[in-house]
């Protein structure tokens, strides 16, 4: 584990706004409670809570990866219609302490779906 610090600093904040997240005609997300993650140089992240997003249209996957700042990440396929989505979405379910606030929330690649709106 390697703290946040002045040579990667990340930063969480509430995101101002509604947040919309949908693919193949079906609202997958939708928050006005997303959190917004600045890691260092990278485009910053927004993160959906589990409660805002159609936990039905998304399956586990066996995929899985490792942040040194954030912990283990899980990965989800969005299944909609006759549309999937692979590895599509991915959650820290139990982040490192540092990374807390993003337990139990839900991040989005925008690539991977067809829409990430903003309001």
Same mark, same amino acid.
């Given at each position: 584990?390697?703290?946040?610090g /002045?040579?990667? /600093? #990340? &930063? #969480? ?7 919309r997240?949908? *693919?193949?005609?079906?609202?997958? &997300?939708?928050?006005d409670?997303?959190?917004?993650l600045?890691? %260092? ?6 993160? =959906?809570? !589990? ?8 399956? @586990? ?11 283990? &990440? %899980? +990965? +989800?396929? #969005?299944?909609?219609?006759? !549309? @999937?989505?692979?590895?599509? =979405?991915?959650?820290y379910?139990?982040? *490192?302490?540092?990374? %807390? &606030? =993003?337990?139990?929330h839900?991040? *989005?690649? /925008?690539? @991977?779906?067809? !829409? =990430?709106?903003?309001?």
């Amino acid at each position: 584990m390697k703290l946040p610090g /002045p040579d990667h /600093p #990340i &930063a #969480i904040a509430p995101h101002a706004g509604r947040v919309r997240v949908t *693919f193949n005609g079906a609202v997958v &997300a939708e928050t006005d409670r997303a959190l917004q993650l600045q890691e %260092a140089s990278y485009p910053p992240v927004l993160y =959906i809570p !589990r409660e805002d997003a159609d936990m039905a249209l998304l399956q @586990r996957t066996a995929h899985a990866t490792h942040c040194p700042y954030k912990g283990d &990440a %899980a +990965y +989800y396929t #969005i299944v909609a219609g006759d !549309r @999937r989505s692979e590895n599509a =979405i991915w959650s820290y379910e139990a982040p *490192f302490p540092a990374m %807390a &606030a =993003i337990a139990g929330h839900l991040a *989005f690649y /925008p690539a @991977r779906v067809d !829409r =990430i709106e903003e309001s």
